[in-house]
């Protein structure tokens, strides 16, 4: 009789945990839900206003261009740009929404391979003149490619921003190996 009712015990117990992650599952799939619904939202609704502005300053500086002085001109040249950084961010957003349902594909990477374009992409002629770049040698890895990118981009990406203003901005990217992990750092004066 003791090992029936133990037995009952266990398996009230096994029971209770199934219902316990069924339940849990339930509430993952309507977050997932949740967060779909989130980047449609973003990619829809947030969206529509940046094309308006970037349309009505286009359409403010080709009809009405000869009246503004250079400060107006670039006036809207600001906002503008602030508006593709606004989309950018959008754009970040809804790839780190996209994080946790992409499949890893662990292969070898050259991150010199990775980190070399993106600081072409995030540095215009001005700023190639400001900010100098120290790459030292960063060590190969395993790793998903378009991941480790993305943390690249966003490092190398917010280095750039807090540094455009400042005269003679360094921006040093290297790596530390220390016993069986490898370290990157992205790191402004």
Not at 48 to 54: E, Q, S, T, V
Not at 76 to 89: D, E, Q, R
Not at 151 to 156: E, W
């Given at each position: 009789?003791?090992?029936?009712?133990?037995?009952?015990?266990?398996?009230?117990?096994?029971?209770n945990y199934m219902q316990l992650l069924k339940n849990s599952n339930a509430e993952l799939e309507y977050a997932n839900k949740e967060l779909d619904s989130f980047s449609?939202?973003?990619?829809?609704?947030?969206?529509?206003?940046?094309?308006?502005?970037?349309?009505?300053s286009q359409v403010l500086l080709e009809d009405h261009g000869?009246?503004?002085?250079?400060?107006?001109?670039?006036t809207?040249?600001?906002?503008?740009?602030?508006?593709?950084?606004?989309?950018?961010?959008i754009d970040d957003l809804l790839t780190f929404s996209?994080?946790?349902?992409?499949?890893?594909?662990k292969?070898?990477?050259?991150?010199?391979?990775?980190?070399?374009?993106?600081?072409?992409?995030?540095?215009?002629?001005?700023?190639?003149?400001?900010?100098?770049?120290?790459?030292k040698p960063l060590e190969e890895i395993y790793g998903d490619n378009s991941m480790i990118k993305q943390?690249?981009?966003?490092?190398?990406s917010n280095a750039v921003k807090y540094s455009e203003k400042k005269e003679n901005a360094i921006i040093e990217i290297g790596s530390?190996?220390?016993k069986d992990k490898v370290i990157y750092y992205v790191k402004d004066n």
């Open positions: 009789d003791a090992i029936v009712v133990g037995l009952n015990s266990v398996i009230d117990e096994l029971e449609y939202s973003v990619s829809h609704d947030l969206r529509a206003p940046l094309r308006a502005i970037n349309g009505y000869s009246k503004l002085d250079e400060e107006g001109k670039h809207i040249s600001i906002i503008t740009k602030n508006a593709h950084k606004m989309g950018a961010l996209r994080v946790g349902k992409q499949d890893l594909k292969v070898e990477l050259s991150i010199n391979n990775i980190v070399d374009p993106i600081i072409r992409e995030f540095t215009n002629d001005e700023q190639k003149n400001r900010i100098e770049f120290i790459v943390v690249f981009t966003n490092l190398i530390v190996k220390e």
